[in-house]
């Protein structure tokens, strides 16, 4: 079993920045494949970032592409998500997903495929 903490939502106006982290415990992440979705009020969950076990290959949705930053630390059993140039478009409740990825050196991108969720931090961007 994974357990997946995120931290360091909040309130930001429109422009400015914010960095999500989530640490893991149970076990260690480093033969998983991590991920950040996030869903709206009245909207599905959707993806927003997905980065490999190694941390070489990198997915963004194209909602996020050149805003958003994902990394992770093994050693650390962390993850993170930069997020600059916040949108208001960007508030949702934010979650940190781990899938099982014990063969390959994928990111992941749907959310079935993920087996760990964390509980989420609200992001709320303001005008």
């Known amino acids: 079993q994974v357990q997946l903490v995120e931290s360091g939502g909040g309130w930001v106006q429109a422009g400015g920045s914010l960095r999500l982290s989530c640490a893991a415990s149970?076990?260690?992440?480093?033969?998983?494949?991590m991920g950040w979705f996030r869903q709206a009020p009245g909207k599905e969950r959707e993806f927003v970032a997905g980065?490999?076990?190694?941390?070489?290959?990198?997915a963004y949705a194209d909602s996020v592409k050149g805003r958003f930053t994902i990394s992770r630390d093994n050693a650390k059993n962390m993850v993170d998500l930069q997020m600059n140039s916040l949108k208001i478009e960007d508030t949702a409740v934010y979650s940190c997903?781990?899938?099982?990825?014990?063969?390959?050196?994928?990111?992941?991108?749907?959310?079935?495929?993920?087996?760990?969720w964390g509980q989420g931090t609200q992001v709320t961007v303001s005008s």
């Open positions: 980065i490999s076990r190694s941390g070489f290959n990198i």
């Open positions: 997903a781990a899938a099982r990825s014990y063969f390959s050196d994928n990111y992941v991108d749907t959310a079935p495929r993920y087996d760990y």
């Open positions: 149970g076990r260690s992440i480093s033969a998983h494949a």
